[in-house]
């Protein structure tokens, strides 16, 4: 078997692999986390029902790595604003309020999607590493990695969840400006941090 051959495979699998995680997500938004079965799922992707047995071993693991996608989209997310932010608490909190709205207003079916999933790992353990990776990303972005409190950090990210969840109840969906000042009051600590960081490095 020729290299070229066998690379060809590898990238359709991974196309496959793709294609199957997507259709998770699109049948999560739809029908919500109930809805998930391998004949629904090979139906949304257009594949035959055995390639998510190939590709997952069950239901819980194709759950994983449909939020460790989710994750990383949301890390992507942070990369972006950070690469356009200055370090200014009052610069981050319009970036963030930003994203919010976007995720809230834009995505909201797939933010919907995440925070099932996000949830579940409340009553599936073998979803709590993944629900916890974007957290764990997000926290190491703070401050630039330099002396984060934990507990202002877990604050923080808490608070978030809690504006989203208000956020997608909500009869009006909130925009940026509905978010920014919730977000400078909370993002004040992180300004500490940042200068006694200053001072200290």
Do not use: C
Request: hydrophobic residues 45%; charged residues 30%; negative net charge.
């Amino acid at each position: 078997m020729t290299v070229e051959h066998t690379d060809g495979r590898l990238a359709k699998g991974e196309r496959r692999r793709r294609a199957i995680l997507d259709a998770t997500t699109r049948v999560v938004e739809r029908d919500g986390v109930a809805g998930v079965s391998h004949r629904a799922i090979a139906r949304e992707a257009g594949v035959p029902p055995a390639s998510i047995s190939y590709y997952f071993t069950g239901i819980d693991e194709l759950l994983v790595a449909t939020l460790l996608e989710s994750a990383e989209l949301l890390i992507a997310d942070i990369a972006r604003m950070r690469e356009r932010t200055p370090e200014d608490g009052r610069a981050w909190a319009k970036t963030i309020a930003e994203n919010l709205a976007e995720m809230i207003n834009e995505r909201r079916a797939r933010t919907i999607a995440e925070y099932e999933l996000y949830l579940l790992a409340a009553r599936r353990p073998a979803l709590r590493p993944a629900a916890r990776r974007w957290i764990e990303v997000g926290a190491s972005e703070i401050n630039e990695g330099r002396g984060a409190d934990e507990g202002i950090v877990k604050a923080l990210f808490a608070a978030i969840d809690g504006l989203m969840m208000q956020a997608l109840i909500a009869d009006e969906p909130p925009v940026a400006a509905d978010f920014e000042p919730a977000l400078h009051f909370l993002l004040q600590p992180m300004s500490y941090l940042r200068e006694v960081g200053e001072v200290t490095g």
